[in-house]
């Protein structure tokens, strides 16, 4: 782990539960929620027996490659290995990796959406830093104006990220592949972003019911008010949500 801020040394690292969970960037649209969420439902399904993961979406990550550990980075999702599926048996409220041994996760997703925020630039280099092996970036949508293309997926080598050709891309210290499928779910036809097997073999997502829908969109509720918090929260430390330092900076 990287600590910049020397006083950040002589100052105990907060637990989980001091550390709000979220922030309060709203989506631009419902599929920065949907396809988050249906990447981790597909692991539920074919990774039931495991207990050595753990998938977010939207939720705070605290970390100790920044000037201030108590200023999370919040990806659209990320996915951890060898830690614990449930914390102590308890659902987390935020992940902080000093309270995971160390353990930094292995996959995170970012989505661009209208208003663009730095996913390839100041985002892309603390994930580095940070350690995190793959770095994907989704821009369905935007990727012309951004010129990029619509799904990227980088590789941690020699400390920097190095973009992976073809397309679905295979991770294989994760086990995984991911790429993009038009399919029609839940009546309607899109394009998602997939897990597949080593031979490119989609894992197709399993399908909602009504009342699974419902639990979700309480769950979301859930989310935006924990969101409320981690903003009110930033704000009495004195910085502004929608304008967190660079990593580099000092407080």
């Given at each position: 782990m990287l600590i910049t801020d020397p006083q950040a040394q002589r100052r105990p690292l907060p637990s989980p539960e001091e550390l709000p969970c979220s922030d309060d960037t709203p989506v631009d649209n419902e599929d920065q929620n949907l396809l988050p969420?249906?990447?981790?439902?597909?692991?539920?399904?074919?990774?039931?027996?495991?207990?050595?993961?753990?998938?977010?979406?939207?939720?705070?990550?605290?970390?100790?490659?920044?000037?201030?550990?108590?200023?999370?980075?919040?990806?659209d999702a990320f996915l951890s290995l060898g830690v614990e599926r449930k914390k102590n048996g308890k659902s987390r409220r935020s992940y902080a990796v000093w309270a995971e041994g160390g353990v930094v996760p292995s996959f995170v997703l970012e989505m661009v959406s209208f208003q663009a925020r730095e996913e390839y630039g100041e985002k892309l280099h603390l994930y580095a830093k940070l350690g995190v092996l793959y770095y994907v970036v989704y821009n369905p949508e935007f990727w012309q104006r951004d010129h990029h293309d619509p799904l990227e997926v980088y590789r941690l080598e020699g400390g920097g990220y190095q973009r992976q050709s073809g397309e679905p891309v295979w991770m294989p210290e994760i086990g995984l592949g991911i790429g993009r499928?038009?399919?029609?779910?839940?009546?309607?036809?899109?394009?998602?972003?997939?897990?597949?097997?080593?031979?490119?073999?989609?894992?197709?997502?399993?399908?909602?019911?009504?009342?699974?829908?419902?639990?979700?969109?309480r769950r979301a509720t859930a989310a935006e008010h924990q969101a409320q918090k981690l903003a009110a929260y930033l704000r009495s430390l004195g910085i502004e949500p929608d304008n967190l330092p660079n990593a580099d900076d000092r407080p």
């Open positions: 969420n249906l990447l981790l439902t597909t692991l539920y399904r074919i990774w039931q027996q495991r207990q050595d993961w753990f998938f977010a979406v939207d939720m705070a990550l605290y970390h100790t490659a920044g000037a201030n550990p108590r200023v999370p980075i919040v990806p499928a038009t399919q029609t779910y839940l009546g309607m036809e899109q394009e998602m972003l997939l897990w597949c097997d080593d031979t490119g073999r989609v894992h197709a997502p399993p399908e909602f019911s009504r009342e699974e829908l419902l639990r979700e969109q």
